[in-house]
């Protein structure tokens, strides 16, 4: 079971928007910054989005991140084919861990 | 363009000892202020952080985990290799080694490469 907590699934057509949430404590994302990462099936993970709302070079800016109190949430809009993948939200936890979400599998229909 | 790439036995026996190497390409380890670092993802579950390692050799560990689990550097050969001793059926997973610009924010990954536990 997982510290973070994200709902195992999503789903949207193309163009449409969806938003993926991931719950913490004060410990985590409460008091810490949340990164998000992509996961293309069968490849490894990339990074999304990082310091809760800050996006790396080459990322679109169809994907944002924010964060209020202990939830952050991650929204991608103009959905594509190819944004069907895992996403995975993260965060440093006062207890001395960098604790993950379960991931959220989303499903372009 | 900084490359990584796991190496190690995909088969270990049960109370034996895991060892994976992460060879490092296209860049130093020893240069700049990153951390390296292993993450895991047991088959069809989420991602697990293992720890990480600094090229000064400091580390830090994942509490569940930090009984059975050494990483370490050779700055001489650009790898760095984790070792899971006494493992079990749930240490089963996909073994990704990672570059971080800090301890939760892997920027860099490598394919990942999968260690089964099995008699």
């Known amino acids: 079971q997982s510290v973070l907590t994200q709902p195992p699934s999503a789903s949207g057509t193309p163009g449409q928007s969806v938003t993926i949430s991931c719950s913490g404590s004060?410990?985590?994302?409460?008091?810490?910054?949340v990164n998000w990462y992509q996961q293309l099936p069968g490849t490894a993970p990339k990074l999304l989005i990082y310091?809760?709302?800050q996006r790396p070079s080459g990322v679109p800016d169809r994907f944002s991140g924010s964060k209020s109190g202990t939830s952050a949430s991650l929204a991608i809009s103009g959905l594509q084919s190819e944004d069907e993948a895992d996403y995975s939200c993260a965060a440093w936890d006062d207890r001395l861990n960098v604790v993950f979400g379960g991931g959220t599998k989303l499903t372009v229909l | 363009q900084v490359q990584l790439q796991e190496s190690g036995p995909g088969l270990v026996k049960p109370s034996q000892t895991l060892s994976l190497t992460c060879t490092v390409s296209?860049?130093?380890?020893?240069?700049?202020?990153?951390?390296w670092s292993w993450i895991r993802q047991p088959p069809g579950k989420g991602l697990e952080w293992i720890g990480y390692?600094?090229?000064?050799?400091?580390?830090s560990y994942n509490p569940s985990l930090k009984s059975r689990v050494t990483i370490s550097v050779d700055t001489s050969k650009n790898q760095f290799s984790l070792r899971v001793r006494s493992v079990a059926a749930a240490d089963t997973a996909v073994y990704y080694c990672?570059?971080?610009?800090?301890?939760?924010?892997?920027?860099?990954w490598g394919q990942g490469t999968l260690v089964t536990v099995s008699s």
């Open positions: 390692i600094f090229h000064s050799g400091t580390t």
């Open positions: 004060r410990s985590n994302i409460g008091s810490n910054t």
């Open positions: 990672g570059r971080n610009l800090d301890i939760v924010t892997t920027i860099d």
């Open positions: 296209g860049g130093s380890i020893s240069s700049g202020d990153f951390y």
């Open positions: 310091s809760n709302d």
